[in-house]
């Protein structure tokens, strides 16, 4: 079943043009990854998907229902949770604390928002940490309780923008893990990311955006080889190794 | 002993000794210096739901006094009604009023909210001043109106000596702290606070951010009026200057900002440290030099924000946890 289905997205911000007639089909239980250069527009459609401004033409639907004009709040409510690339904790408080923000969405009970959060943390290893400052986590740590934050909410369908990015080698091994974890407990993620290394190893599927625009779609093995790709944003030393 | 035990009980004895205090404390002056320091730490904890929690900086609190004030003066100069039934429908009207600014104004940030509440507030006591009549109410413009003191009572919330008004605003300052606290460990409370430090995450996170800004001001301008009510039966005498003026508002903040935005002590601490700075430096220096304490209070909100950003309940909260280790030996806890 298609979860999430991108028909003729176009988004554009006065005169420019940020995303073009994008399309794309996830369908539930996959690992979609979406990459391109810098400035490739991914960011504003995961903007456009997630209910931060409504596309300018096309259509987006979710689970069937088309949610061009809704709001962050009711998209996340109906089961799409995000994570932003520049990490947004709430950081005066603690890690359990922004957790339990996304675990009230289901529950108005503080001791049930704490459960589930507490369930949450330990699943990424983070219990440990549940008391410290959000605004004192190491960046991997930060990335994490993004991550965290957002499956407080119990979402269907996870949009994360970046996580790995700032990450050392070892700590983006741990979140590839992590995010196939997610995929194997039957949550459906579409993932923006720049390290092709955690992409290829990730994805089912990869579609490749270059100035707003869809160039390639496919299996990480077909995009990895396709000429444009390449030459766009992989690099010729990547084609031939 | 286990720190939750502690806690309750150093708070039953800060309760006791508040009530205890007026038995010791005979002057009349000293009681209303404790009124007017109970009556802004009650004002600044209602402020503190929309300016600490949901990360706003509202500066047209006065206005809620204001409605407060004359809706029961009014209701009860001319039709006789109980200003304890007027206090209720002063907050009705107060919280109505309450949502019709944050509508639009929730909409704007930091400065500029700012600016648009303290333009609401101005605006309507201007209106106050140069209005006469108001349909069938009067409020008699700049001169205000006076409450004849002849039904003394508590059915009419009026009495002869302070200690009963002491005892209300006690009972008053107690709940809105209890309430504080009841909400901050709710829903609400998170959705404000996630709100107030990052809306676009709180968004995303299925938080309703302007909703839960438009709950917090409607029972902040609700639990506002209540002050405003108890502020004219003490005084006898209110007019647009002395219950409505930016004053208030102002000093609200400078109380909140030094005693620390946000947390349930703060705006207690700010009250306690301020208010007496500013009575004494009026009594002292009033006629030399009046204003002295408006300079005192400038002065510690540059050294706070300065050395403690967070205001003085993060230090002092510390001091008060590591002495009662001390004292009790609660070992690890914090």
Not at chain 1, 40 to 67: D, M
Not at chain 2, 243 to 264: K, N, P
Request: charge should be positive; include cysteine.
């Amino acid at each position: 079943m298609k979860i999430l289905e991108l028909k003729k997205v176009r988004k554009s911000f006065g005169g420019i043009m940020a995303v073009e007639s994008f399309s794309l089909d996830v369908e539930e239980g996959e690992i979609v990854g979406l990459i391109g250069p810098n400035g490739a527009g991914k960011s504003t459609l995961f903007n456009c998907v997630a209910g931060v401004f409504p596309p300018t033409a096309g259509e987006i639907l979710f689970r069937g229902e088309k949610i061009n004009n809704q709001k962050p709040w009711d998209l996340c409510r109906k089961g799409l949770a995000r994570t932003f690339q520049i990490v947004k904790p709430f950081a005066s408080r603690t890690v359990l604390y922004n957790v339990m923000v996304g675990a009230f969405i289901t529950t108005d009970k503080r001791a049930e928002a704490e459960l589930r959060a507490m369930e949450v943390l330990r699943h990424l290893h983070m219990e440990d940490c549940k008391d410290v400052r959000a605004g004192n986590l190491t960046i991997a740590d930060r990335k994490r309780l993004e991550i965290a934050k957002a499956l407080a909410t119990r979402p269907r369908l996870l949009l994360l923008d970046e996580v790995m990015a700032g990450l050392r080698p070892t700590e983006v091994d741990e979140m590839v893990a992590i995010i196939k974890r997610l995929r194997d407990a039957g949550m459906t993620i579409f993932v923006i990311e720049h390290i092709m290394r955690a992409i290829m190893a990730l994805s089912d599927r990869i579609a490749v955006l270059h100035f707003g625009t869809k160039i390639a779609e496919g299996s990480p093995q077909e995009v990895a080889h396709d000429e444009r790709v390449i030459k766009a944003y992989l690099g010729e030393e990547y084609g031939a190794a | 002993m286990n720190p939750s035990r502690y806690h309750k009980l150093s708070l039953i004895l800060v309760v006791v000794i508040a009530l205890c205090l007026p038995l010791v404390v005979r002057s009349a002056t000293y009681l209303h210096i404790l009124i007017l320091l109970y009556l802004y730490a009650y004002l600044t904890t209602s402020w503190n739901l929309v300016g600490g929690f949901a990360g706003v900086l509202p500066l047209g609190h006065a206005t809620f006094v204001g409605i407060g004030a004359y809706t029961s003066t009014i209701l009860s100069l001319q039709y006789g009604i109980s200003p304890w039934i007027g206090m209720l429908v002063g907050a009705v009207l107060s919280s109505v009023v309450g949502v019709i600014i944050g509508l639009p104004t929730f909409k704007m940030r930091g400065a500029y909210f700012a600016l648009a509440t303290i333009a609401f507030a101005e605006g309507i006591r201007v209106m106050v001043e140069n209005i006469d009549y108001l349909g069938p109410f009067q409020l008699n413009g700049p001169r205000g109106l006076q409450i004849p003191p002849l039904n003394t009572g508590l059915a009419n919330m009026m009495f002869a000596s302070k200690e009963p008004y002491y005892y209300i605003i006690l009972v008053m300052l107690v709940g809105v702290l209890a309430l504080t606290w009841f909400i901050s460990r709710s829903k609400l409370g998170y959705y404000l606070v996630a709100g107030g430090e990052e809306p676009e995450a709180a968004q995303a996170l299925g938080v309703n951010v302007a909703r839960a800004k438009l709950i917090a001001m409607a029972l902040s301008s609700f639990l506002t009026a209540f002050a405003g009510t108890f502020w004219a039966q003490f005084t006898l005498y209110i007019h647009p200057k002395s219950v409505m003026s930016l004053d208030i508002s102002f000093e609200i903040a400078f109380i909140a900002l030094i005693g620390g935005r946000g947390s349930i002590a703060g705006p207690m601490l700010g009250a306690l440290l301020l208010r007496p700075v500013g009575d004494f430096s009026r009594i002292y220096f009033g006629d030399k030099l009046p204003g002295l304490h408006l300079i005192i209070f400038g002065v510690v909100l540059v050294l706070v924000m300065f050395y403690q950003p967070r205001g003085l309940q993060e230090p002092l909260t510390r001091i008060y946890n590591r002495a009662m280790r001390h004292l009790f030996g609660g070992g690890e806890t914090a």
